[in-house]
């Protein structure tokens, strides 16, 4: 049973330019979260998708928008790329039971703005 | 406003002794608070939940309290290994077990030497 699997594992990109991050949730789960995680810091959360649709939303701008697809697959756009924008971006997935479940994570995208 | 909060400072301990780490949180009322461990360039690993009518959790060697009126979370490692060296993030839900977003701590880092 694959676990969450996150595409591309590393990634550098330009300020101004635009990056998708992809995100497929483990087997059975219907909820895919997104964070952004800077050097020493927490996992901050960005967003999170249900039956296709954000659901909640963290404190980040507009530039970051995501998607979710019908095989619960998710994508995370971020546009008009900052060199604050540099974080480990991890996809965590889990199930929407109403109740609370533990978070599976994926191994993180790593994007660098340069 | 609220905040959590974990060891700022890195606990370095010898091998086999007990690994003790904080959680403290304000203006908060979780439902419930998550342990998680992190390897360096990987995604957070769930090891522990605790429900605010929990006092204390066991799970193997990992012992995990919860006091809502202190509002502090204890993380155990008893006989701790060299293997157990990770940061360690504690994580609660805002929003009263509504299976949503996650506010993470900034993380503990511990280093356990042979």
């Known amino acids: 049973d694959a676990g969450v699997t996150q595409s591309p594992t590393h990634l550098i990109k330009t300020r101004g330019q635009q990056v998708t991050l992809r995100c497929s949730p483990k087997?059975?789960?219907?909820?895919v979260s997104w964070y952004q995680q800077a050097l020493g810091q927490g996992p901050q959360f960005i967003f999170q998708?249900?039956?296709?649709?954000?659901?909640q939303r963290g404190n980040f701008p507009d530039r970051f928008s995501g998607h979710q697809f019908p095989n619960y697959s998710s994508e995370l756009n971020v546009n008009a790329l900052l060199l604050g924008d540099s974080a480990l971006y991890l996809c965590?997935?889990?199930?929407?039971?109403?109740?609370?479940?533990?978070?599976?994570f994926g191994q993180g995208t790593r994007l660098t703005v340069v | 406003s609220q905040k959590i909060e974990q060891n700022s400072e890195a606990l370095n301990i010898q091998e086999g002794k007990t690994a003790t780490l904080t959680c403290n949180y304000t203006?908060?009322?979780?439902?419930?608070l998550q342990w998680y461990r992190q390897d360096p360039g990987r995604g957070p690993v769930f090891l522990l939940l605790?429900?605010?009518?929990?006092k204390e959790k066991r799970k193997e060697r990992l012992k995990v309290t919860f006091d809502t009126t202190l509002k502090q979370s204890l993380f155990h490692i008893t006989a701790s290994q060299p293997a157990d060296s990770a940061t360690y993030l504690c994580?609660?839900?805002?929003?009263?077990?509504?299976?949503?977003?996650?506010?993470f701590g900034q993380g503990t880092e511990l280093s356990v030497k042979p």
């Open positions: 965590a997935s889990s199930f929407f039971s109403g109740d609370n479940t533990e978070a599976f």
């Open positions: 087997s059975g789960h219907d909820t």
């Open positions: 998708y249900y039956e296709e649709e954000e659901r």
């Open positions: 203006n908060y009322s979780p439902a419930y």
């Open positions: 605790i429900r605010e009518n929990e």
């Open positions: 994580a609660l839900d805002p929003l009263y077990n509504q299976g949503g977003k996650l506010i």
